[in-house]
């Protein structure tokens, strides 16, 4: 059986019209970047999401964020909110899989939020030196 365990996850916001104050406040947490995307008065943000219990950290996001995301993604004060959950691959690897738990899954994306899976190529020798 696959285990959930990526090696790092993180709130990716677009589109993001409010300072970064405001939003760290909505958000009831602090984001990592806040830089200034190609439009005028639009930001990219990120929220580091913990991975030593990936799921509870899904859950607990849902729970303190989500209502919030869903709202400014509704009035279009963020333009896309997509959770990134990223694994590693080792080079010498024929296969990976991971299943992330429907519960977690739906908890996040019941606001808005779309799940994106990022693979990394990885060497696990240079890992273990």
């Known amino acids: 059986m696959s285990q959930f365990e990526p090696f790092a996850m993180a709130l990716r916001l677009s589109g ?3 300072v970064q104050k405001d939003l760290d406040a909505a958000l009831k947490q602090l984001t ?3 830089e200034p995307e190609d439009a005028d008065n639009s930001f990219y943000a990120q929220v580091d999401v913990p991975v030593e219990n990936p799921v509870r950290a899904i859950l607990d996001l849902a729970e303190r964020s989500g209502a919030i995301i869903a709202a400014m ?3 279009r004060r963020i333009g896309k909110a997509v959770l990134d959950i ?4 080792p080079s010498e690897g024929e296969a990976m899989s991971a299943r992330l738990p429907a519960h977690a899954a739906a ?6 939020v ?5 693979v990394y190529l990885t060497d696990v020798e240079d890992d273990e030196d």
């Open 114 to 118: 779309d799940i994106e899976i990022s």
């Open 73 to 75: 993604l509704e009035d």
């Open 86 to 89: 990223a694994f590693d691959y």
């Open 107 to 112: 908890a996040i994306a019941q606001h808005g």
């Open 32 to 34: 990592v970047r806040y």
């Open 16 to 18: 993001v019209t409010v």
